[in-house]
């Protein structure tokens, strides 16, 4: 599998692109008066402690009090003495109003929620993370020999020194890496948390004290691995940014950043500004003529398989696996795209065929396996749905480039002509009961008044009839189908 990553700069937005053989995964995108705050560590003071949640709100300068959770808050463990310290049950015995914290962003504000926060730090670079309040060495999973597994953590173990504090954890691009880079990226976590421990220790409460790496940076350093074949960026300052960063920290790779030239625009070229498009729409259409429902909201994402005009050449149940098949790969994409987290329900096509239950749901777990967001699927349930969770750290890709509809108000829908015409109605009549005026002036979408001048033209005499007094109808150009105003004169 060939991987290559876009980046596209302007002057007050980045957005960056993952391809897997040619095909848009993932889209990232920061905006200057935007940025996302995952991994950014604050100087913050406790304003609530709430113990039926387990819980603390921290005032660290954001527009809303961030929330830290009793399980996120760090317990100075002294001497160590290779037993685990006991930890304090009661938030209250953790953090109190008033205290001023260390915290660092775990993640973004959700819609009406504010910034989750942990104090147990940590802090990424290249081959490493460390953790100055954590302890051990730990490996990723994505390392899968375990004969390399087991040299990363003696290399590791090779340079901590004994008693020393922290923890460390070895990040998949460390596959294959030499000892020497290992220590290097040690020595350089360590001096970097004693700038941002000092930072924390005299910066009043409020103030940013730690800021990850802009996008374009972060990009190199989380998903830059050996099996990225280039980087292509189209900004030539971000491009000198990009390889000077390259050079002082991944030599080996710096080769592999490369300027985009031409007319079109990288993201133009690729056909990502159009797969950006389709993934802001409900509907997703499958090779075979299927398709995908994707609704989001509030508490969860629903997503619906249908088989649409795919009719296949067998039988039913052949059509409905092949189907079921196909989208298991699709959503796996479109989770990744779109980056939904949280609950997600799928429905797939009912199949009577308990072995083609399994292989869909074997087909959905290896999909979802490249996935850097922890996801879990668990069994079909008694109604043929299958649940599963996708770890959830930053808005999605439709709350991040668009807002709920002004006309309908997020609910998708909006109220007939018809409709209206009886509510206008009901409006008359109790203006009538109320006030006394010559006439009534009803200011209504063109929809409505032509309803009203035709189809109900004979209740609207009845209407007049009825209040004794004339209306007098005006469409009003910028009014949406279902507003209206009824006015005495």
Known sequence: MSRELLVNVTPRE?????????????????????????????????????????????????????FLHASDIAVPNGVDTGLEAPRPEQVRELVREGDEILAQVLKDPLGAKGARLTTHVTIPSRFLVYMPFGRGIGVSSRIEDETERLRLREAVQLFVKPGANGGWIVRTAAED??????????????????????????????????????????????????????VLVDSPAA??????????????SAGRIELAGGDRPIFDLYGV????????????PLKSGGYLIIDQTEALTTIDVNTGAFVGHRNLEDTIF????????????????????????????????????????????????????KTHISTVSQLGLVEMTRKRTRESLEHLLCRPCPT??????????????????????????????QELVVLAHQDV????????????????????????????ALYAEDQYDVVPI
């Open 14 to 66: 980045s957005r960056a692109a993952v391809l897997e053989n040619g095909v848009l995964q993932e889209v990232f995108l920061e905006r200057a008066n935007r940025r996302g705050l995952i991994s950014n560590v604050y100087k913050g003071r406790v304003t609530r402690v709430l113990p039926g949640m387990q819980a603390a709100f921290i005032d660290v300068g954001l527009e809303r009090t961030a």
């Open 177 to 230: 890496c030499g000892i020497e880079a290992l220590n290097a990226d040690m020595l350089f976590l360590q001096r970097l948390w004693e700038v941002v421990r000092e930072r924390g220790r005299t910066a009043p409460a409020g103030q940013l004290v730690h800021e990850d790496l802009p996008l374009e940076l972060r990009m190199l350093r989380d998903q830059l691995g050996q099996d990225v074949e280039r």
């Open 239 to 252: 491009h000198a940014r990009m390889c000077e960063f390259a050079r002082t920290f991944m030599p080996e």
């Open 273 to 284: 500004e159009e797969e950006i498009g389709r993934a802001l729409d409900r509907k997703v």
């Open 322 to 373: 092949r189907t079921n098949l196909e989208a298991a790969v699709a959503i796996a994409r479109q989770l990744r795209l779109r980056n939904l987290g949280g609950i997600i329900i799928v429905d797939f096509i009912d199949m009577e065929d308990e072995e083609h239950r399994r292989q869909v749901l074997q087909a959905l777990g290896r999909s979802v396996a490249g996935d850097h967001a």
């Open 408 to 437: 309908c108000e997020g609910r998708g829908f909006v109220k007939t002509p018809e409709t209206v015409v009886y509510e206008v109605f009901r409006e008359a009549l109790r203006q009538a009961r109320q006030f006394e005026f």
């Open 449 to 476: 008044i032509e309803l009203l001048l035709d189809e109900e033209s004979a209740a609207l005499g009845e209407l007049e009839l009825t209040i004794g007094k004339p209306v007098r109808l005006q469409t009003e």
